[in-house]
């Protein structure tokens, strides 16, 4: 079955703080995704990795890919409020159907 | 370099009636997606369309149907609504196999 699993679904954190978004996939994929959601908004791409050992950073935010393991991770530096938000990482290729394969969501919230 | 756009933004419908969506597609881009969102939960692939025919379907019943027409564009069908199919519903287009998708900014349907 294809899966894709996400934790923590749930991230209250404080500013200035540091934290780990991980990434599960059950079946070998073609690339890897991470999305930033806004409430009410539609997906905002942040980071496509695409081979095992990638890593992608924007600002606070670092996106790591192992495909060995088939674990991605999503590192917060720093965290600050306009981070807060739903992340959601997906996966695609020849084993998914050519199509995105979202996992669950992690809702971060960031209190000042 | 033109985005994806959807319309309508929001709709409301009452159970049992049809609706359409529509889905414009990047320039250059010439297949199509469609995800439905509920709420809390990630996006779900319903289908893929590239050239003009279905090229992927998730697990949903035939009155979920699509057509592409010749400039890419796309429309979403669903027949007989109902209150499960309130969500928010994402297009998405790329080259096929590319892995390049742009989200447009989504449909939010309520039924009623």
């Known amino acids: 079955e294809l899966k894709v699993e996400q934790n923590p679904l749930f991230l209250s954190m404080q500013e200035g703080k540091n934290y780990t978004i991980y990434c599960n996939y059950s079946?070998?994929?073609?690339?890897l995704y991470w999305y930033r959601q806004d409430p009410g908004k539609s997906l905002e791409s942040l980071f496509v990795?695409?081979?095992?050992?990638a890593v992608k950073q924007e600002g606070r935010l670092m996106a790591s890919l192992d495909t060995k393991a088939r674990l991605s991770t999503l590192h917060i530096t720093a965290a600050v409020h306009d981070l807060s938000a739903t992340y959601f990482c997906?996966?695609?290729?020849?084993?998914?159907?050519?199509?995105?394969?979202f996992g669950a969501g992690t809702i971060l919230r960031v209190k000042s | 370099e033109t985005g994806v756009t959807q319309s309508p933004t929001h709709l409301i419908k009452t159970r049992g009636q049809q609706v359409t969506l529509r889905c414009s597609s990047q320039?250059?881009?010439?297949?199509v997606s469609w995800y439905q969102q509920a709420l809390g939960q990630g996006p779900q692939f319903i289908f893929q369309?590239?050239?003009?025919?279905?090229?992927g379907r998730g697990n949903f019943p035939p009155r979920f149907s699509g057509l592409q027409f010749p400039n890419y564009s796309s429309e979403l069908n669903v027949n007989a609504l109902e209150l499960d199919d309130s969500a928010l519903y994402l297009c998405?287009?790329?080259?096929?196999?590319?892995?390049?998708?742009?989200f447009g900014s989504g449909t939010r349907l309520t039924v009623v």
């Open positions: 998405a287009s790329s080259p096929l196999g590319r892995g390049t998708y742009t």
């Open positions: 079946t070998t994929s073609d690339r």
């Open positions: 990795l695409l081979s095992n050992g």
């Open positions: 997906a996966v695609d290729g020849r084993e998914y159907g050519n199509k995105l394969v």
């Open positions: 320039s250059g881009h010439n297949t």
């Open positions: 369309y590239y050239r003009e025919e279905e090229n």
